[in-house]
């Protein structure tokens, strides 16, 4: 079926340990997004790519990695996890500037 | 610094009983606002896009409307499946596409 899919939705890892969540879109969107939901805070910018082999800081990136081989992926890697990264992580894409981002289901990271 | 600043944080209605929410912004040279709606455990769905002011869109009970300084989302005859957070976004100039979230309005519609 057609849209943006997360995986895994949920991951329990522990302090140190390498993550990475999966985003896949069917769209051919060139734009695509990580943020962060905690509460008090909001939705935050991690990363994000304009297109393949682009990708930008958002406003919260230390401690992330991303890469985009191809326009449909878009994989985020914790280096090595800490409990501050406990949240939950929304990935999305969108057609371009100025028009709206549509959001996948989300993947509950908990770091122990 | 830009800014997105939502009112209330919480708010409890009775089935029917009509009421707004506000988003209130401090970007200069706005390129879009956007409302989402938010389920527990989901990832926000799109609503609407505004892009200038005077500007009004519709979906069934949900009406957006925006000024230069906010955005109100009204809401008519509510019924408890409207229950959610209702989230405010905006992209500035210059953005490549990001998009400034607002905390939300966390929405109760009781039978």
């Known amino acids: 079926d057609a849209g943006i899919t997360q995986s895994p939705r949920y991951k329990i890892t522990e302090t140190g340990r390498q993550v990475t969540l999966m985003c896949h879109q069917t769209?051919?969107?060139?734009?695509m997004f990580w943020y962060r939901q905690d509460l008090g805070h909001g939705l935050r910018l991690i990363y994000y790519?304009?297109?393949?082999?682009?990708?930008d800081k958002g406003e919260v990136p230390d401690g992330y990695v991303v890469s985009r081989s191809k326009t449909e992926n878009f994989p985020l890697t914790l280096e090595s996890a800490t409990r501050s990264q406990t949240s939950v992580y929304f990935c999305?894409?969108?057609?371009?500037?100025?028009?709206?981002?549509?959001f996948g289901p989300g993947t509950r990271l908990t770091v122990t | 610094e830009d800014q997105v600043t939502q009112s209330p944080e919480a708010l409890r209605l009775q089935e029917g009983e009509s009421s707004s929410l506000n988003c209130s912004y401090t970007?200069?040279?706005?390129?879009?606002l956007f409302w989402y709606r938010q389920d527990p455990g989901k990832g926000p769905e799109f609503l609407f896009t505004?892009?200038?002011a005077g500007e009004e869109k519709e979906k069934e009970r949900l009406k957006a409307t925006l000024t230069k300084k906010e955005s109100f989302l009204h809401i008519t005859a509510p019924k408890p499946e409207d229950s959610a957070t209702y989230l405010c976004?905006?992209?500035?100039?210059?953005?490549?596409?990001?998009?400034?979230f607002g905390k939300g309005t966390k929405l109760s519609v009781k039978p």
């Open positions: 505004l892009y200038s």
């Open positions: 769209w051919s969107h060139s734009y």
């Open positions: 999305a894409s969108s057609r371009g500037r100025g028009y709206e981002q549509y």
């Open positions: 970007v200069s040279g706005l390129r879009g």
């Open positions: 976004a905006v992209q500035a100039p210059g953005s490549q596409g990001n998009l400034i």
């Open positions: 790519s304009a297109a393949a082999d682009i990708t």
